[in-house]
């Protein structure tokens, strides 16, 4: 996977030169470009500590994963059901209970802190020293913002961002690439539809309308 500093990636896009993603992302729910996009997930470096925020990050976007169950997560929430990895008895808000799928991007991505930081067990996330030594039983909820707000202050192209901003974003990303209204409530956890309509700003629209043609119209 390319990795590049921020001010390769700035200065590329000043030659207009914008780096290829090797995601085909794009925010929906903070309007970033792929720039963007390139300096949050990619341009974070090569060391321990950088690996694990590429991995915080990921999991975010990609899992529309909340603050906490993010901190929380575990080595063994990480299984394969149906062929296909997932996190599995995730314990999210009111004590809800879902099982998330987890991308192939994010799993590569997820794997490679795991093996740098020679995870074995226990918290999937843990805390990095400076020097890159990685230490503790796992970390807080206030590490994963900074760990976000830390990738959007880098570069002029991405805008200051929280933990949920990347939350929502997944779950327009998932809504653009045609996934239902009930998977993407599945994938967030919400016990309410009306949630997943707030976070993806679905309105109701009569010109062309849902019900226009069913297939049991009148022949004309």
Known sequence: MLVVGT???VAAAKRGQVPELPLPL???AVPLGNLAIFAVLVAVGLYNRRKRDRAILSLLLGCGLRCRELAELTLDHLQQREDHWAVVDLIGKAGHLRTVPVPDWVKQIT???VVAAGVGSGRLFRCVSRSGTVWGEGITEKVVWHVVLRSSQPSWCVPKLAPHDLRRS???LCHAAGGEMEQIQFLLGHVSVQTTEKYLGCKQRLRGAVNDRIGIEPAQ
């Open 7 to 9: 001010a390769v990636a």
């Open 26 to 28: 794009e925010f929906l």
């Open 111 to 113: 794997d490679e802190w």
């Open 170 to 172: 997944c779950a327009r």
